[in-house]
C-alpha cells in the first residue's frame, strides 16, 4: 500500500556531508511517523534518527546526535536525513522506515514499511 524509495546515498570522505531523501507513494495519508535505520554487515538494525506526523517530536540514537537531523515534508511525502560530520563508522545500508501510528518508535517491529536501503560509505 505504500512503498519507500530512497535516494542520496554514495561516497564520502570523514568529515563531508549526504543528504538522504525518502519519497513515499501510494496510500502515504496512512502513514503517521517515519523513522531512519541503518545496518552494517553482521550487525542488527540501528535505530537512527525517528519523527512525529506532526514533526513535533524528534528522537536520534546517541551515536548520531549533534550530526544528522531528520525533517520531513508532508506536503512531498518526503523525510530526509542531513548527516554531517561523517565518520567511518557511519557507513551501513540506510533504510527508510514509516509506520501507522503517530508515535516515533525505536524497535524495527514497529514500522510497516521499508525503503529498499541505500548504501552509504565512508571512508578515513
Known amino acids: 500500500q505504500v512503498q519507500l524509495v530512497e535516494s542520496g546515498g554514495g561516497l564520502v570522505q570523514a568529515g563531508g556531508s549526504l543528504m538522504l531523501s525518502c519519497a513515499a507513494s501510494?496510500?502515504?495519508?496512512?502513514?503517521?511517523?517515519m523513522g531512519w535505520f541503518r545496518q552494517a554487515p553482521g550487525k542488527e538494525r540501528e535505530f537512527v534518527a525517528g519523527?512525529?506526523?506532526?514533526?513535533?517530536?524528534?528522537y536520534y540514537g546517541d551515536s548520531v546526535k549533534g550530526r544528522f537531523t531528520i525533517s520531513r515534508d508532508n506536503a512531498k511525502n518526503t523525510v530526509y536525513l542531513q548527516m554531517n560530520s561523517l565518520k567511518p563508522e557511519d557507513t551501513a545500508v540506510y533504510y527508510c522506515?514509516?509506520?501507522?501510528?503517530?508515535?516515533?518508535?525505536?524497535?524495527?517491529?514497529?514500522?510497516?514499511?521499508w525503503g529498499q536501503g541505500t548504501q552509504v560509505t565512508v571512508s578515513s
Open positions: 501510494g496510500r502515504t495519508f496512512s502513514t503517521g511517523a
Open positions: 519523527i512525529s506526523r506532526s514533526s513535533a517530536a524528534i
Open positions: 522506515a514509516a509506520k501507522l501510528g503517530q508515535f516515533v518508535a525505536v524497535p524495527t517491529t514497529w514500522y510497516e514499511y
